[in-house]
């Protein structure tokens, strides 16, 4: 298939800035792949969609200060994973001010003395092996790693680029594992409440920019994916074997089930693309949110609900104002 393929039209209006307040009021869209159909409904209602012998899958994968605003120079950069301890890999820009030797500071949010980190080295795919001279304080001295589109849309309406309400929405209520530099947003939808009412437990994949790198190749086939880690805890496998349908909580859980069907437990890391055609082993049910056009994301939401019918979904959720993206509407696949 080709990358175009995938394309929708989407309207700015209709990227989400901020989250809906309740979490669980955000709208659903609810897909029947069996025998096509497609209901409109509200977060709060997804137990009425579910069964009680069914087992949610949840991704908790806590979101770090990654985003990190250097001096001198007015620099910006992006911790990625830390390779070892106070070594990391990260991107930033301008490029040019982050080259090998380049010493750097971060004044920090409290009265402790300035965080000091040196740029090692450039790697092929232009991102940097960064150092800290100390055990970094990273929730002291950086920022949420809101996705650029939002601080975009926000810079572009006269808002603020952070608010406080951001430290809580931007992080699931159950997130617990420190890790990722984007949140697995299928999962901010949950309230506690709502959370307690289903069979469930946890994985851990640690979101890295991968996922959501874009397509540049006309053939998907030659869309080459980075690699991210991930955790399976001991008696998973049971309990999905157990369970009458798997419900994976976004594309990450998604991502892990399928990369190790017998999900042996331990530490791993997956590269797997999904794309039309595929053969899910591990996943029966998908709850996801609205993705980018002509993304992997949307690639792997049409190889689970199928091409032609996640593509009119996605027709119909732009007809229907439905919200976009990390602050968006969510969508189970039945």
């Known amino acids: 298939m080709q990358t175009e393929d995938f394309y929708f039209d989407l309207p700015e209006k209709q990227i989400a800035r901020h989250p809906v307040q ?37 991704n908790n994968s806590r979101v770090i200060h990654a985003r990190l605003m250097l001096e001198p120079g007015n620099i910006e950069l992006l911790l990625l994973r830390e390779t070892s301890p106070m070594h990391w890999t990260a991107i930033g820009r301008p490029a040019k001010k982050l080259q090998p030797g380049d010493r750097h500071f971060i004044h920090t949010s409290s009265d402790t003395a300035p965080i000091e980190l040196e740029i090692l080295s450039v790697q092929a795919d232009g991102s940097r092996i960064v150092r800290f001279f100390s055990p970094p304080d990273l929730e002291a001295g950086g920022q949420l790693p809101l996705p650029p589109y939002i601080l975009k849309s926000r810079k572009a309406h006269a808002e603020e680029e952070y608010s406080q309400l951001d430290e809580i929405s931007y992080q699931t209520v159950y997130a617990d594992k420190p890790g990722s530099v984007a949140a697995p947003t299928a999962g901010l939808h949950f309230t506690p409440e709502l959370l307690n009412q289903f069979h469930h437990t946890f994985l851990t994949l640690d979101i890295g920019l991968g996922t959501f790198r874009p397509v540049k190749t006309q053939n998907i086939a030659d869309h080459e994916m980075h690699e991210e880690h991930y955790d399976i805890p001991g008696g998973l496998a049971e309990q999905c074997s157990a369970a009458k349908r798997v419900v994976a909580v976004g594309t990450t859980v998604c991502r892990v089930l399928e990369s190790k069907p017998a999900l042996p437990p331990g530490p791993d890391a997956t590269s797997i693309f999904i794309t039309p055609p595929y053969s899910f082993q591990r996943t029966d049910v998908l709850l996801t949110n609205f993705h980018l056009p002509e993304s992997t994301l949307v690639m792997l939401v049409a190889a689970f609900g199928g091409y032609d019918l996640i593509m009119h979904a996605y027709q119909e959720a732009v007809k229907n104002d439905y919200r976009f993206y990390s602050y968006g509407d969510s969508m189970l696949i039945l």
Do not use: A, T, W
Request: no cysteine; hydrophobic share 30%.
């Open 22 to 58: 309740p979490r669980d009021h955000s709208k659903l869209m609810v897909i029947n792949r069996k025998d096509g159909s497609i209901d409109h409904q509200y977060f709060y209602q997804l137990p009425q969609n579910l069964e009680n012998d069914d087992l949610l899958v949840l």
